[in-house]
Each structure stands twice: as C-alpha cells, then as structure tokens.
C-alpha cells in the first residue's frame, strides 16, 4: 500500500504505545482511535472510507491492523475492547525510539510467533491494501461489539437477577448453594455455598454480589473481610470492578481468603460453564455462539 508506509505504520504504534503509557490499566479501543486522530494530523488517504463502504473509515481498520504484530510481539494485549500496554511494550518504546525499527522488531516478533503455529500463512507483518479488511481485524471489532452489548446488559440488570446468575454459576462449577439472599438487608453476605450438599467439608464459602459503576475500595473489601470466619472463603464479586488498593489488599491477605471477580473474569466463568449451567438460568444470561473464519496472521 504505497499511501502507508512502514514509517507511518511505525508512528502509529508508536502514538498508541505513548498514550497507553498514561492508561496503565487500559483503554477502550474506540478511545484510543479517537485520540490518535485528535493528536495526529490524517493523510486524505487515512480520512477516506472504504470504496462502497461508507462509514467504514481506512484509518481505523489501518490502526487496528498496525497492532497486530505488536499484539503478537507480546507488547500489546487486546481483550473485549480494552487495550493495554505491556511491561515488554513499554520497554519496546523506549527501546526503539525510531518508529520504523519499532514496527521492524514488532514483525520479526510477528513472524517468530507465526513459525510456532500450525497451517499458518507466512507474513511479513507490513500492511497491504487488502490486509485492513482482514478476518483478524473484523473479528476484534465483532468482539469489541458484543463485550459493549453483554457488559452493558449485566450491568443494567436487575440486582437479584444480578445475584441469582452468580448463584447459577457456583451451581454450575460444582459447588451446593444452600443460601441466595432474598430482598432486604443481608449484612454483607449475598450468598452461602459449600463444596457439599450437607455443609460437612470445609471451606464455607460465602459471596458478595455488587452490581454498581464504581469500583470496590479497600473499605468496602475490608468490610466483607470483616464477615469472614477463619473457615471461610471469600468471593467478592462486582460489576465495577476494583480499585489498584483493594486488589493489593485482597493479594496481601495472610488470614483472610478472598477471591475478587470483576465483570470480565465473571462473564469468562460463564461461558466456560455455560453447558453446565440449569436450562431454567440460562436465562439469566443467553449466549448463542457466531462463527467466523479463523485468522491465521
């Protein structure tokens, strides 16, 4: 593609790799375009829409097919729409300030990682003018899509439906829930569950379930510490995840056993469990898988 040269390519990344840097827990992919074009002026070439596509933009698609090799690399990782820097890109950054050895080194990673996988198409890692409408590509945004649409949906839930799909999945991993809490004060305990339908063998594990926006602070993870006994397990579960210091606190612990599960581990567990789960709390969460082919970059 002579409009996008390996240098632009370079820069790109480079841009990406800065502005994550100030997002050490990760951006959405959406935002990081939108401030990749606020920061770097766009060739006609890199403005335009695809021809009978309109509203599909180059840029984007070129954006997210540069990343590739840098994901490969181990630089980059892209999971449900959040990008995130590596320790391994920030070094990158720093250690290759010149845009085109940086996409260089990227490829070399790129194709090294290539040579392991079985059936897989030989690539230089440099962008072509078919390469952006790739499977690869379209497929990362399909997942960006449906992670907006189901993170969005259990997030607007009804807050005991909320609590009765956490229950379903303990159900479906194998444990014996004695106890959902019905509406009301619960005096921070949500659920009982044991690893036995009589409640002889310890742990008793008890859960809390908080369907909020805002992340769990180290008061709040204390106050549930606070409720477990020394048997006890504990499993923290919230729609808003937790703060750094919460999640410092809950790996610290030398009395408490507790075990946090954000929204992301949470919708993870189900699928893995899906098959498991009753067909009556399906319900709770319906999922029907779409295939697509394979990316083999």
């Known amino acids: ?24 827990e990760g951006m959405q992919a959406k935002a990081v375009l939108a401030a990749l074009e606020q920061s770097t002026p766009l060739s006609e070439y890199e403005k335009s829409d695809y021809p009978n596509r309109p509203g599909v933009r180059r840029f984007d698609k070129i954006v997210r097919f540069a990343t590739i090799a840098p994901v490969k690399a181990g630089w980059l990782v892209k999971s449900k729409g959040t990008w995130t820097l590596t320790e391994e890109g920030k070094a990158a950054y720093h250690q290759y300030p010149a845009p085109e050895m940086l996409i260089k080194k990227a490829a070399e990673l790129y194709k090294s990682w290539q040579s ?11 962008i072509h003018e078919n390469e952006p409408e790739s499977a690869g590509t379209t497929l990362e945004e399909a997942e960006e899509l449906a992670w907006d ?125 899906y098959d498991k789960i009753a067909e009556s709390e399906k319900r709770l969460l319906p999922l029907k898988p779409v295939y697509y082919i394979a990316a083999s970059e």
């Open 149 to 273: 649409e189901i993170s969005k949906y259990l997030k607007s839930m009804n807050p005991y439906d909320f609590q009765a799909l956490v229950a379903a999945l303990l159900k479906a991993m194998g444990y014996y829930v004695s106890w959902v809490s019905p509406p009301g004060p619960d005096k921070g305990i949500d659920i009982l569950a044991y690893s036995d339908p009589l409640g002889t063998r310890n742990p008793r594990i008890k859960v809390q379930v908080k369907r909020q926006e805002s992340s769990i602070t180290v008061d709040g993870l204390r106050s549930f510490l606070a409720v477990l006994g020394d048997q006890d397990v504990g499993i923290f579960v919230s729609t808003g995840g937790f703060t750094s210091a919460a999640e410092q606190e809950a790996r610290t612990q030398e009395k408490r056993k507790i075990t946090l599960l954000g929204l992301e581990r949470l919708f993870d567990l189900w699928v893995e469990h």
């Open 116 to 126: 392991l996988q079985p059936d897989a198409v030989e690539s230089t890692g440099e």
């Open 1 to 24: 593609m002579a409009e996008i040269t390996q240098k632009r390519v370079g820069e790109l990344v480079q841009k990406t790799f800065k502005l994550l840097m100030e997002y050490p």
